[in-house]
């Protein structure tokens, strides 16, 4: 796994998957009963700490350390993992609350420094960090308490078995007796450590905090201004810097206007770097050092530079376009599922259908641009970055400096967004870089055009579709060849079918194949990775073969599941039927599927598996002649087991549904001669409030390990959009935008 | 140059008069509520007021704000601290996702309420229009606002 992060010269592909493996991995080394150790504070106090790495610090340790710390002063929760805004800084420490039984307005959470050591991996992707976290937490909490039952038994001379906690006390109910938290944490720190095997968890109805709505430990300071964000931070004496790289990947730098750059106002430095040969570590390009943010961007615009494009990227989209659609009909070059006979089925169907989808490429559009603060000095470099993959960031930047991984300091930011862009740590190196070469600590800041240029982009793809409906109008057979792009040889990132992909294992005869064609531009992991596009095509076609069969489409969805059962026997991570139609029953009826719609309105309805998260949703659309669609309401259904914080959950499923829609709406990247051809949000026109619908969440309270909810809501939305659409006009949408078929959202 | 900023003057040297209000605020000033999200009047991340009207402030000469008030999120909460209506209704209705246009969008929501007292969801939605959230909190926004202006009907506050 961490091969695959580490070797120089690694594309993105499948960090996704090594994302979502890495958490896992390296938890399963380490047995639950053997990561949490207690460790004695100086002055006092009760500490956990992960340690599956290394031991913990020991007594004299003066900075917290582990997931919770008690002392006379109060309850410290620390939240490990980095907050994109999908809430875990909030919700990580409500785990460990619950189990402890502190009263939520009693702690105080506090991000924890980036330690693989003490906290294990610390990521945000892959909708892992409640799901992966969650006995970790859990544990961390429920030892933590039964110590302080253990000495709250001392100190009253009663057996354990008689106390009882709540609200950050130990309760005596025979007596009265209460203790709090506070008062026992020295007494606490010296009892001996439970055996976390042993240790007793709540169940999902003695939950007092868990499910509740709580509001973010952030949200004061947010609305205050305070500098929560990497690009916020500063350090004495600190520059500015801006980077300059070839528009089209990989170009070097020949020349540039230097003495006309350096003889500009408040310009200290300007320098070009070379690059060491890895695309998501530095690419070559020329630094600009001044005294201001505003100094380095001026000189930014004065700045010429004459790049060799000898070996950079030509990338063409309309070129892909055309390829594709010269291959779609030919056999994929790679089989990745072969079930059944899928040509037999085919030619036995009572009816056969065929269709071609496309989407294109898209930009991520995390608000917060590209920054990162660093200081060198002595051979070491410090960092503050807004990174999704901190640790990883710490061996992207040890590599690009030559360092030692020790000789890199990471400090976590708060991000102004993420959706997959900040596991990627470019950003992180050239700052690097250029401190190496100031004498003093750079904020490096990248334009929205620098972050539109060079981001890791959501791959376009093409999709040759063929199905075929028996005699009773179920679908029998069903064929895929999916066109998508390759870094010489290597499938781009979210460009080529994982194992299991959904509807693998729900259609008898089912054939997913693959051709690549040449791609150089880097892309990456975008909000539920390939489940983000594919989702669109495969349940808009299921809708296709539906509506051929003449049959109500919530009726086929249900008998494609079939019996209630998990997909891939122990993989906790599997689809399981049940638990799919239950969210597809419950989204319908919340929505009144089958009533009775008025011309040019339409419900539609799809549902899609990922990120171990089941959801379906249900769009009422109406639209009018000039093809504009108005979203009246998106009805969403989840089943991600328990939750844990519900004003969270909420958020994530109303954001994935307004991104989803923002998304398939009008954002497009395209690409020629190795450029993309958007630069700002002038031609890439996010979703306003004013076309915002009504979404309605709902969850199915199922007691199945919780699952994260940052990604899956937001697959099943333009399936559902483009169903409603067909109900409402007959119209088959099949490219993505949809303004490419000449529809808005509006 | 001299620049009023949350009621305060501030004296600004060596200030290029071109140079966007939202730099000079940032790295002058070190008041980094207003943020940068694109850097031409797209976004409106770096939302501020000047002279009660909501400006972007990247795209906005610093020269043009100095005969000028300046409002900015930091200013926003009563002398002892207190929250505004309006940034409470933000924390009580949870709105934050990531965050990051979120002092934009409370800036242009003050706007509103200042001059619209009891706007209608489509006073809401032309107001709120030019600021644009990439994490989808608009709903929340939009509940926060007729929330806040409810307080700020019952509490008498302008
Ligand atoms: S940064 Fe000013 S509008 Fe986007
Ligand atoms: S909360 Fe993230 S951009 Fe609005």
Known sequence: MKRAFDTAGDLAVDVEAAVDGMEIASIAKIGRRDFLKLTGLVGGGLMLSFTGLRAAATGGALHPNGFLRIDSEGITLYAKNPEIGQGVKTSLPMIVAEELDAAWEDVAVVQSPIDAATYGPQVAGGSNSVRVNWDLLRTAGATARAMLVGAAAVRLGVPPAELATRDSHVLHERTGARLAYTELADAAAAMPVPDAGTLPLKSPDQFRLLGRRITGVDNEALVRGEPLFGIDQSLPGMKYAVYQKCPAQGGRVRSFNESEIKALPGVQDVFSLEGNGNPLELMPGVAIVADSTWAALAAKRQLRVDWDESTAARDSWSDAVAQAGRLRHEAGANRVVDAGDVDAALAAGAQRLESYYTYHFASHAQLEPQNCVARFANGAVELWAPTQTPHRGIGNVASTLGLAPERVTVHQTRCGGGFGRRLYNDFMCEAAAIAARVDAPVKLQWTREDDMSHDLFRAGGFHQLEGSLDGEGRVSGLRDHFITFADQGRPVSGGSFRPGVFPTGLIDNLRLEETALDWRTRCGAWRAPFSNVFGFVIESFIHELATAAGRDHLEVMLEIFGEPRWLGTGNPRALHTGRAAGVVRLAAEKAGWGRPMPPGRGLGLAFYFSHAGHVAEVADVSVDAEKRIKVHRVTVAADVGPIVNLSGAENQLEGSVIDGLSTMAGLSVTFENGRVEQSNFDAYPMLRMPDAPQVDVHFVASDFPPSGLGEPGLPPLAPAVCNAVFAATGHRIRTLPISEEGFSIG | ?158
């Open chain 2, 1 to 158: 140059m001299r620049l009023n900023v949350n009621g305060k003057e501030h004296e600004l040297e060596g200030v290029d008069p071109n140079a966007p209000l939202l730099w000079v605020l940032r790295d002058g000033l070190g008041l980094v509520g207003a943020k940068f999200g694109c850097g031409i009047s797209q976004c409106g991340a770096c939302t501020v007021l000047v002279d009660g009207q909501p400006v972007r402030s990247c795209s906005y000469p610093v020269a043009a704000a100095v005969e000028a008030e300046v409002s900015t999120v930091e200013g926003l909460a009563g002398p002892d601290g207190e929250l505004s209506a309006v940034q409470q209704a933000w924390v009580d209705l949870d709105v934050a996702q990531c965050g990051y246009c979120q002092a934009g969008q409370i800036m242009a929501a003050e706007a509103l309420l200042r001059e619209n007292p009891s706007p209608s969801d489509a006073d809401i939605d032309r107001a709120m229009a030019p600021n644009l959230c990439r994490c989808g909190t608009y709903l929340r926004i939009r509940e926060a606002i007729r929330t806040a202006a409810e307080k700020r009907t019952e509490g008498g506050q302008s």
